[in-house]
T-cell receptor, first 117, second 116 residues
Framework: EPEVTQTPSHQVTQMGQEVILRCVPI?????FYWYRQILGQKVEFLVS????????KSEIFDDQFSVERPDGSNFTLKIRSTKLEDSAMYFC???????????????FGDGTRLSIL | AQKITQTQPGMFVQEKEAVTLDCTYD???????LFWYKQPSSGEMIFLIY??????QNATEGRYSLNFQKARKSANLVISASQLGDSAMYFC?????????????FGKGITLSVRP
């Protein structure tokens, strides 16, 4: 069964450094998302992406964050200057289509655990 | 107001018994979708089941079923014949909006522990 792939599984970075989290969505999916989950807390929406542009972003997704789909398969999340509070699990998700009546779920990758020192 | 409310503390169930995990939601949109995801201790998010607001019947997927009560705005997950591997965190989530504006809003989750 096709799946969303995220790399790396764990990233340790010094505060202030840039980090790029990578995702390969399911190949026929059109909609892409990033979520994060601070340890022990609920999953929070960061950004959605469709047709090579951001569709919606949350308050968390400030100027330090950016997303890109550099080729036909990868979808990346960049944090330009990491802060301690960026430490979290970051999930990439993709879905085939979005229709209010459809049950197309968002399929999640296994996540990248980001630790900022 | 919270969009998704999961208020149960940690839940315990005996192996092979059924368990219900509660979820209530709040939306003014007549069209929405409700999802349940499982998060084992390894951290991945696994899609379990979906219920659309216009679906006439409660969703079922194997041992998972959704007790959808639209008037009460509840979408409880029922797991039948619990297995040890069901021990995990369970998240209820809602999708509102259409097109690319279709983010999921998650509840805080419920921890389920299955006892042998």
């Amino acid at each position: 069964e096709p799946e969303v792939t995220q790399t790396p599984s764990h990233q340790v970075t010094q505060m202030g450094q840039e980090v790029i989290l990578r995702c390969v969505p399911i190949s026929n999916h059109l909609y892409f998302y990033w979520y994060r989950q601070i340890l022990g807390q609920k999953v929070e929406f960061l950004v959605s992406f469709y047709n090579n542009e951001i569709s919606e972003k949350s308050e968390i997704f400030d100027d330090q964050f950016s997303v890109e789909r550099p080729d036909g398969s990868n979808f990346t999340l960049k944090i330009r200057s990491t802060k301690l509070e960026d430490s979290a699990m970051y999930f990439c998700a993709s879905s085939e289509a979005v229709d209010r009546a459809s049950g197309q779920p968002q399929h999640f990758g296994d996540g990248t655990r980001l630790s900022i020192l | 107001a919270q969009k998704i409310t999961q208020t149960q503390p940690g839940m315990f169930v005996q192996e092979k018994e059924a368990v219900t995990l509660d979820c209530t939601y709040d939306t003014s949109d007549p069209s929405y979708g409700l999802f349940w995801y499982k998060q084992p201790s390894s951290g991945e998010m696994i899609f379990l089941i979906y219920q659309g607001s216009y679906d006439q019947q409660n969703a079922t997927e194997g041992r998972y079923s959704l007790n959808f009560q639209k008037a009460r705005k509840s979408a409880n997950l029922v797991i039948s014949a619990s297995q040890l591997g069901d021990s995990a965190m369970y998240f209820c989530a809602m999708r509102e909006g259409n097109g690319a504006n279709s983010k999921l809003t998650f509840g805080k989750g419920i921890t389920l522990s299955v006892r042998p």
